[in-house]
């Protein structure tokens, strides 16, 4: 039962325009958002997070935006640049169960 | 200086043989995870301690030990490798395990190959 699904497996974006990935939930107890990073031969990064009682939080060219009522949230990227280019997962948190949930990620292509 | 570090990277194995994955933390954090990313690319947990006491055990094999000497390591034990373990292994540190909002940091994992 996968409680964090990210439906793309990947993306391809041009450099310079605004990059979009989704990701749905479908346990109502999270309460905590986070996207992480990921290159080739490295681990997960921690790029932004989004608490439950915002719809929005903005990190400089990242912005997560969340929506309770449909469970759903999302990562813009702008502008895009090619050192973007890595898988981005989504993950979830709830207080109770004291664990990151991740859904099985996007592969974000920035191409020039 | 690496904040969470973890060896071997690369580790090739045969069946049937005992190996073990180290894991330190210089954060000051007192949780530990370990997280496995099967061929699938999911990202699951395996393990968490919280200042060396066992938190969650989420349904991993018995073959899988996890141990903490103290709250800046948390290694992990696998005893008689299957082909299925084939996977990586990534060590992971939070502040605390008492609230969610807390960033889990993980470190570069460690590519498990059983043949």
């Known amino acids: 039962d996968q409680q964090v699904k990210q439906n793309s497996p990947s993306l391809s974006v041009q450099e310079g325009r605004i990059s979009i990935l989704n990701c749905d939930y479908t346990?109502?107890?999270?309460?905590?958002f986070l996207w992480y990073k990921k290159y080739p031969a490295e681990g997960p990064t921690f790029l932004i997070s989004i608490s439950s009682i915002k719809d929005k939080n903005e990190d400089g060219r990242f912005t997560v935006f969340l929506n309770k009522s449909a469970k759903h949230l999302s990562l813009h990227i702008v502008p895009s640049q090619p050192g973007d280019s890595a898988v981005y997962f989504c993950?979830?948190?709830?207080?109770?169960?004291?664990?990151?949930?991740f859904g099985q990620g996007t592969r974000l292509t920035i191409n020039p | 200086d690496t904040a969470v570090s973890q060896t071997p990277k690369y580790l090739v194995t045969q069946m049937g043989n005992d190996k073990s994955i180290k894991c330190e933390q210089n954060l000051g954090h007192d949780t530990m995870y370990w997280y496995k990313q099967d061929s699938k690319k999911f990202l699951k947990i395996m393990f968490s301690y919280n200042n060396k006491e066992l938190i969650i055990n989420e349904t991993v094999p018995n073959r899988f030990s996890p141990k903490s000497p103290d709250k800046a390591h948390l290694n992990l034990h696998i005893n008689s490798l299957e082909l299925g373990d084939s996977a990586v292994y990534f060590c992971?540190?939070?502040?605390?395990?008492?609230?969610?909002?807390?960033?889990?940091?993980f470190g570069e994992g460690s590519w498990l190959t059983v043949v």
């Open positions: 993950a979830a948190s709830d207080q109770g169960a004291q664990k990151l949930v």
């Open positions: 992971a540190s939070s502040r605390n395990s008492q609230s969610s909002g807390n960033t889990i940091y």
């Open positions: 346990n109502s107890m999270f309460d905590y």
